[in-house]
């Protein structure tokens, strides 16, 4: 089967369909620029008939008015209306039908014999004064005056006649070209409603069955899957890419279930030589650091997404580097060393991710008081708080609410604050949580490290079941405090990052 390019399918439909569009306009265009020429033409015609009669009008006049004045400027007038009525006729005849030219002939003789008649009745005004012989040429020059009159309105006459037959002709005209037009932009509409069922068709049922396929992987299976046929090369790249992936996904699949039963066997065989007490210790402290939850990652970048519609680039550049920040801090640092100014600076991301979330509904306060740039902490140790603070005491209110952090260095311990004005802790929960701190109902989304994960770290690291205390009172918020040694003894800590 010859593959065609996706791309150049597409490009050709789209060049067809806008060359068609640009023949129809251009074709409607001339139909109407032709048109308009015609009726331009038989105003302009009508026009220069009505000048031919306003000039043998003056003409007239002025020959009259000389006749009473003897002035110059009365016979130059008479004269120029004469030869602008000539003039306008010689125009009309090089653009008209066999009748009007008739007319236009009959015309132009009438008004040469009146020029003749007016010129000789005013030679024999200008020798004989106003005498008989005079009157008799004077009078005559005005009958064909008149007459040349009745020519005009046979000639307006014609041209109606002509005029409303080119109409006529112009209308039934069009009316086969406009029927032609309707007629080829139908069939342009039927090809591409034909056209795209059938593109969309070729194009959907390959990607349908890739979907079907990519399920199947999904469930576990990837023995049974449907063929996918195609004519379209991209698609056929793509389907042969999805095969090519889902076997190496099995052969890899494969291979980890037979490293793993090696492994299961090995580590059945090392489980007795190991000090049990050190191994749980350490491996619980591994695994309490390694937990993340996806389910915060999606809310965030589904708060990018709305940020993006509604504000500009410049705020979601800033979301984004503060989620990346506050992952690149979590996977660089979880079995590690950190100074509190670190956490500081985490716990800043953390609240710019949730202030743009949730704009006016939460408020953020921290307060730092001396030096802690030196004082090491485990990784992720106040993030978690401040975030259980937020998701089980600000968050659940309508209104919102205020979360205060604030550390204060002492001589030899700092004490560090996570308070909120949520809905705060009953006293049974209070309890168990300030004996066992229970985890299962306080995890972060962010990282996945709640409370328990956190005092538990705490209290292995450095040995100390009162490093962590809580106080709080239900509708009246919540008070975390956390005593950390300056120097305290952090063996423990090395241990766990050296078994690992």
């Known amino acids: 089967m010859k593959m065609k390019s996706l791309k150049n399918r597409l490009m050709s439909f789209v060049i067809f369909t806008v060359l068609s569009m640009i023949l129809i306009e251009a074709f409607t265009l001339l139909i109407s620029k032709k048109t308009e020429i015609t009726y331009s033409a038989m105003i302009k015609k009508m026009l220069l ?15 009259d008015k000389y006749i009473d004045t003897k002035a110059l400027s009365d016979f130059n007038q008479y004269e120029a209306n004469y030869k602008n009525a000539k003039d306008k006729i010689m125009l009309l005849k090089d653009n008209t039908n066999e009748e009007s030219e008739y007319i236009l002939r009959d015309l132009e003789n009438t008004l040469d014999s009146y020029k003749g008649r007016g010129d000789s009745s005013i030679n024999k005004y ?3 004064n106003k005498d008989e012989e005079f009157y008799k040429e004077f009078v005559e020059t005005k009958n064909i005056g008149s007459y040349c009159k009745v020519y005009i309105d046979r000639l307006n006459s014609s041209f109606l ?10 209308v039934k005209s069009n009316s086969v070209i406009y029927g032609s037009m309707i007629t080829f932009i139908v069939m342009i509409i039927s090809f591409c409603i034909i056209y795209s069922v059938s593109f969309s068709r070729k194009l959907t049922k390959p990607l349908d069955s890739l979907v079907q396929n990519s399920k199947q992987v999904s469930k576990g299976n990837f023995k049974s899957l449907s063929a996918v046929e195609t004519d379209i090369y991209e698609i056929d790249v793509l389907a042969e890419g999805f095969k090519s992936m889902v076997s190496a996904i099995n052969i ?28 749980l210790k350490h491996t619980q402290i591994k695994m309490l650091q390694s937990q993340i939850n996806p389910h915060f990652l999606f809310n965030t970048l589904n708060s990018i997404v709305q940020i993006s519609i509604v504000e500009g680039a410049s705020e979601t550049e800033k979301l984004i580097k503060s989620i990346s920040e506050l992952l690149r801090y979590n996977l660089r640092n979880i079995d590690r060393y950190v100074s509190l100014q670190e956490e500081i ?25 001396g030096n802690i740039e030196d004082i090491k902490v485990p990784s992720m140790t106040i993030q978690p708080l401040v975030e259980n603070a937020f998701i089980h005491g600000v968050e659940p209110r309508e209104d919102g609410g205020e979360i205060f952090i604030k550390i204060e260095r002492l001589r030899d311990v700092c004490i560090i604050l996570i308070q909120d004005n949520g809905c705060g802790i009953d006293e049974e929960t209070l309890r168990k949580i300030n004996s066992t701190t229970d985890e299962a109902k306080h995890t972060g989304h962010a990282t996945g490290i709640g409370v328990g994960n956190v005092v538990k770290r705490l209290q292995l690291l450095y040995e100390d079941s009162h490093i962590f205390h809580i106080e709080s ?3 009246e918020g919540t008070k975390v405090f956390l005593k950390i040694p300056i120097k305290g003894d952090l063996v423990n800590y090395d241990k766990s990052i050296n078994c690992g």
């Open 126 to 128: 200008k020798r004989l």
């Open 473 to 475: 009172e239900l509708n």
């Open 161 to 170: 006649n002509y005029n409303s037959q080119l109409y006529s002709d112009i």
């Open 252 to 279: 890899l699949i494969e291979s980890i279930k037979r490293k793993a039963e090696v492994e299961r066997q090995l580590k059945n065989q090392q489980m007795e030589n190991l000090q049990i007490e050190n191994l």
């Open 345 to 369: 600076d985490v716990v800043k991301n953390y609240v710019f991710i949730q202030e743009t979330r949730f704009e006016d509904r939460v408020k953020f306060k921290i307060e730092v008081q």
């Open 49 to 63: 008939v009505n000048e031919i009669s306003n000039d043998i009008d003056s003409s007239i006049f002025y020959f």
